[in-house]
């Protein structure tokens, strides 16, 4: 009879040991609710990949803080506010004035699981016709007429923004941003006939894909919206033309 009552009490304790384990042990797939997009899941339950636009705006996020309406004035933090903390090494490209009615943004942005290299970004500038200068960024400026300030400027997306010499060996980064402010020292359309392929012959040199301002692939057919808002702007401020190609 001993001997089976002690055998009754270990069956109880080894129960009672199993009930106490599996009733703590969080049981698989409960707890809280993940949400698809932090899963990784589109609507479907399918895995979604992260996209090229998803990279930038993560970046983006990073160099400046969300304004929601005001876009503008955050798309000019990062050029001016944010690559303000690197000391000017140049007064070329500098604005006659900080006051600006409009600006038009590209991006140019690495490929897939690639990055844009300091030394490439350096030499592509050079090729497309650029200078660095003022913020220690690149500038497109008018022949012989450097003094009216820049006609577009190019930052790196991440902070500060500026394209340091010292370290441009060892910089990388996933995107370029392209900057056109208006009024510039040209009309609203010879800029962006200026800037558009600059950017489209950096593209080509770095190996990327040039965005517009929502980090969309540039079609043909947001190309010819923005030049239709460039001459209005022209019209609007009534900027006359240029009757023949500048040079610059």
Known sequence: MTELRIGILVAGLILLAAIWYFGTRPRQGQGRRVPRAERGEGEGGDRMEPTLGAQIERELADAQEPVGADAVQSEMELLDG?????????????????????????????????????????????KAG?????????????????????????ANIRKPGSFEMSEIQTLETPAIAFFLTLPAPV??????????PAAQRMAELLDGVVLDEQRNALGRQRIAGLRDEMRAWDREHEVPPVTRSPRW
Not at 114 to 119: A, D, E, H, I, Y
Not at 133 to 154: A, K, T
Not at 187 to 196: G, P, T
């Open 82 to 126: 944010a690559v303000g903390a690197a000391s000017p090494n140049s007064e070329l490209g500098k604005r006659v004035s900080e006051d600006f009615d409009k600006i038009v943004t590209l991006y140019i942005a690495a490929r897939a699981g690639q990055v844009l290299r300091g030394p490439d970004i350096v030499v592509a500038a050079e």
């Open 130 to 154: 650029l200078t660095y200068g003022h913020m220690n960024v690149f500038h497109r400026l008018v022949e012989s007429h450097p003094e009216r300030g820049p006609i577009f400027s190019v």
């Open 187 to 196: 009309s609203a359309l010879d800029a962006w006939d200026a800037m558009l």
